[in-house]
């Protein structure tokens, strides 16, 4: 703990010389106001923290020549990688450091790449053996559009497809296809890595497996990812896309489970998606991540939610494609039956593929047309054991939520299954077999966000007080302890990591991990 890093100017003049003896630098580290200014915010728009210099870099080179001058300082200063900024506490900066632009390699071909077939977008497919080459700083829904032309996909997803597969990896990457194929991290073959000493490794499962498995959920503390090599699979083309209203929790959560169960997941033709989220008194039934409810729907949805106060809405989808258009309905048909949704409130879809998968752009725009997309974003993502979420529901959503009744944003609530990910990552969930993703997406106005926070605390504290032991998803802590808490029995082998991969602790910082 307790890292000290140089002041500002001290690097400025560190910055100057390093452009000097790196010639290849020369142009793609900046001190420049609007360089700073982008790199020093984030989705959160909580935290401010200004580096010293950006480095849009040309070639993986670039990132390793940085880390390497760092280390060789009397004084080591920060590096973080920023993918597509999308943390919400100022996971990807670095105060008085260098923040590296991972974007910026999009249109780069990596000079490391022996015997990777990279194209301009340094993104490749290989068709037979089902996999993607892909750099650290493309966007997922770039990694769509290429695979599709080869008529591949990948198999895990996130919901919103303009984050990076860089700052996916670091966290886990999940979405409604996490119960059946895990998160984005189990679904990774090798990765290249520059770690904190400056040092290119490529790593996978059976080499260099300790900074493998490391890295993936390793909130960037112990190497930069520059490729990653992911699972694809044949793309469908359309999907059938329903979703079903309860008033019961605890129904609703057992046909959630049972959905995501071994027997639900062996079945031939089980879900391909399986995701939760919350009515509560909002207006609109649809929301920025969703708009799924058709307008001439509302008013009864409306009249539901006013007369329950919460309504659970389950969502599962089913991929096809022309093998198996005349088979999926009945299939869906088989899967839901026997669940207890309330009869009169199913509604489904029948959408592109595509469409499904980037479902939240659409929110984006409207967003963004209106001035309400860069605002702050007071989030809280938790896993909740499956034996303790009946006493969430009651205590934290029908107690917390509704008593304060602040919450107008997306409320996120589906299950999945430890299985499914792999004990050795870095990556964290409860301990038990199935655990509920929770997430709070508020937005709030520039002057409400603490509102937003008190809320996120007294959850936090709600579920300590009565032994609920959830664990943080993009997690954020503020002292070394609470960490050493998240990680609890990974503690040791975390610090280990970072020892081995980082000992001079210069990665990541905004993750407050090892440094303040
Ligand atoms: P950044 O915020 O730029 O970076 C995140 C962390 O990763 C930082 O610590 C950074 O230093 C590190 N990092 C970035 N790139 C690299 C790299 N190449 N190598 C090593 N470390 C790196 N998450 C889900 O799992 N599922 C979802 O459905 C989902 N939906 C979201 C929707 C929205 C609108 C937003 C804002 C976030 C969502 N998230 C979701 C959370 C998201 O996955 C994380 O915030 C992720 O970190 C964002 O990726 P990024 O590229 O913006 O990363």
């Not at 000079?111 to 301009?120: F, K, L, M």
């Not at 999940?174 to 998160?183: D, E, L, Q, T």
């Not at 509302?298 to 329950?308: A, D, E, G, N």
Request: with cysteine; proline share 5%.
């Amino acid at each position: 703990m307790g890292e000290k890093f140089p002041a500002p100017t001290l690097l400025i003049v560190i910055f100057f010389i390093l452009s000097r003896l790196i010639p290849t630098m020369g142009y793609s580290l900046r001190d420049d106001p609007e360089s700073i200014r982008l790199a020093s915010s984030d989705y959160g728009h909580i935290l401010r923290e200004n580096p010293a210099a950006v480095l849009y870099p040309t070639s993986i080179d670039d990132i390793s020549s940085l880390i390497k001058f760092s280390n060789n300082i009397s004084t080591p200063f920060s590096i973080a990688a920023r993918g597509h900024g999308h943390s919400t506490m100022g996971q990807a900066m670095a105060p008085n450091g260098v923040v590296v632009d991972m974007m910026s390699l999009k249109n780069h071909r990596p000079s490391h790449a022996s015997g990777i077939i990279v194209n301009t977008f340094n993104l490749s497919v290989n068709n037979n053996n089902y996999y993607a080459d892909v750099g650290g700083g493309q966007l997922w829904i770039d990694v769509l559009h290429a695979t599709l032309e080869h008529g591949l996909a990948p198999v895990a997803w996130t919901d919103y497809l303009y984050l990076t597969v860089g700052g996916t990896l670091s966290n886990a990457g999940i979405s409604g296809s996490a119960f059946r194929f895990g998160p984005q991290i189990n679904n990774v073959y090798e990765m290249d890595v520059v770690t904190g000493h400056g040092d290119f490794v490529t790593c996978s499962p059976q080499n260099n497996s300790d900074l493998f498995f490391g890295v993936l959920g390793g909130l960037g503390q112990f190497g930069i990812i520059t490729r990653a090599r992911i699972a694809l699979e044949p793309a469908p083309k359309r999907v059938k896309w329903v979703r079903m209203l309860y008033n019961d929790f605890s129904a609703y959560a057992r046909d959630q489970e049972r959905l995501i169960s071994v027997n639900g997941r062996k079945q031939s033709n089980a879900l391909d998606y399986l995701e939760g989220s919350l009515l509560i008194n909002q207006g609109s039934p649809n929301n920025w991540r969703s708009s799924f409810f058709p307008r001439s729907t509302y008013p009864r949805i409306i009249s539901l939610v006013t007369k329950h106060g919460i309504i659970y809405s389950l969502e599962v989808a089913k991929y096809y494609d022309q093998h198996t258009e005349t088979t999926v309905d009945k299939e869906l048909e088989l899967l839901l039956k026997g669940l207890s949704f309330l009869p009169e409130f199913v509604f489904e879809k029948d959408v592109a593929y595509v469409e499904f998968l980037n479902r939240v752009k659409s929110g984006e725009e409207k967003l963004q047309s209106q001035g309400q997309w860069d605002v702050p974003h007071p989030w809280l993502n938790l896993f909740v054991p499956k034996s303790r979420i009946s006493d969430f529901d009651a205590g934290v959503l029908k107690g917390i939520v509704l008593k304060r009744n602040i919450t107008t944003a997306p409320v996120l609530l589906y299950p999945m299954n430890r299985t499914k990910w792999d004990d050795r990552m870095s990556a964290v969930v409860p301990e038990e077999e199935v655990f509920y993703t929770v997430g709070f997406l508020h937005s709030s106005g520039f002057d409400e966000w603490e509102a937003f926070e008190e809320q996120n605390k007294e959850i936090l504290k709600f579920c300590a007080s009565v032994g609920i032991e959830i664990k943080q998803y993009l997690p954020y802590y503020e002292t070394q302890q609470g960490w050493m808490n998240h990680f609890g029995s990974k503690w040791k082998t975390f610090r280990k990591r970072k020892a081995l991969f980082d000992p001079k602790k210069i990665l990541s910082p905004g993750q407050r991990i090892f440094n303040k």
